[in-house]
Every structure is written in C-alpha cells, then in structure tokens.
C-alpha cells in the first residue's frame, strides 16, 4: 500500500471531516490539488519562456 506525505494526509482528513465529503470525493481532491501543484509551476515557466521569446523577437524586427 502506499504512504501519502503528511501534507496530503492533512488535506485528506480535512476534506472528510471538515467540508463533509465522502471519502472518495475527498480522495479525488487530494488528487487533483497534488496534480494542480505540478502542473502550475511548469505552466508559469512555459509562460515565461514564451514571454522571453517574444520579447527577443520584436527586438530583432525594430
């Protein structure tokens, strides 16, 4: 069986007991916060690269 970290053990029993949801609703947001938290940080340097290029580009046309 897998361990969970601590963090998502404390969201996992906050979910259940404090915003009353099953546990399988409270699974399923455990789930998708940890996935949200490693696709956030790629997106937000994928929007910086982008933003760099741009950049680089109009330099090179003025």
């Known amino acids: 069986m897998a361990r969970l970290s601590k963090e998502k053990l404390d969201l996992l ?3 259940f007991t ?4 099953t546990p399988g ?13 490693k696709l956030v940080p790629n997106l937000e340097e ?8 741009r950049k680089a580009g109009v330099r090179k046309r003025d």
């Open 13 to 15: 029993k906050k979910s």
């Open 18 to 21: 404090e915003d009353a949801m």
């Open 25 to 37: 609703q409270a699974a399923e947001k455990v789930i998708k916060r940890s996935l949200e938290s």
């Open 46 to 53: 994928s929007i910086k690269r982008i933003a760099k290029k």
